[in-house]
């Protein structure tokens, strides 16, 4: 069974802050990893992906990825308000769809 | 591109009922997928289809489930007879390669 596990949250930062999202999956083949970001009453939004081993920045979005230890995560920087939203974790194990995280509920406090 | 294409945007049944659910992906995606979420469960893969053709429907909770692609711009999900605890939203995504993108959602109510 191909896991993808995250804290469901919710995990409360305040305005201006550092949120950092985790997620750990089980099946070590998997090659791509997404983040999408879900409003209350609204469809998954892709934010970020990423591939290789390290970090990937795109604005105030951090990707981070670890294979070794199979772990990947998310930083916002200057959090907002606006950030306030669940953040999916996806995992593409091969040749299979992807597998999804149950999503951590961000709450940034203005 | 307008992107994922749902419809309706929400449906209220009564217990019994036939519901279709309907779907046009991004024009150029290969790939389209039925996707069930709720609070307790997270999102759920029911079927996807590549070119087409489904290719796992293992996610289907039951025959009262079934969907089908007739061609690359339509895709239905039809639940027959309804029942309440298929209530939940429904998304369609589709894709070309790794990236899916969802459509906006059907939220479908059986009384």
């Known amino acids: 069974q191909k896991e993808v596990e995250q804290n469901s949250g919710p995990l409360s930062v305040p305005e201006g802050a550092i949120a950092s999202l985790n997620c750990t999956y089980s099946d070590r083949g998997s090659q791509s990893f997404f983040w999408y970001r879900q409003y209350s009453g609204k469809s998954p939004e892709l934010i970020m992906f990423?591939?290789?081993?390290g970090d990937k920045e795109d604005g105030r979005f951090t990707a981070q990825l670890n294979k070794a230890s199979q772990y990947v995560s998310l930083l916002i920087r200057d959090s907002q308000p606006s950030d306030s939203a669940t953040y999916l974790c996806a995992v593409n194990p091969g040749n299979t769809p992807l597998v999804f995280g149950k999503g951590t509920r961000l709450s940034v406090i203005a | 591109d307008a992107g994922v294409i749902q419809s309706p945007r929400h449906e209220v049944t009564e217990m019994g009922q036939e519901v279709t659910l309907r779907c046009k992906p991004i024009s150029g995606h290969d790939y389209l997928f039925w996707y069930r979420q709720t609070m307790m469960r997270g999102l759920e893969l029911l079927i996807y289809f590549n070119n087409n053709v489904p290719i796992d429907d293992s996610g289907m909770p039951e025959d009262r489930f079934s969907a089908k692609m007739p061609n690359a711009s339509f895709s239905t999900l039809k639940i027959q007879p309804s029942e309440p605890r298929d209530s939940a939203v429904y998304f369609c995504?589709?894709?070309?390669?790794?990236?899916?993108?969802f459509g906006p959602g059907t939220r479908l109510t059986v009384l």
């Open positions: 995504a589709s894709s070309f390669g790794n990236e899916q993108f």
């Open positions: 990423i591939y290789s081993n």
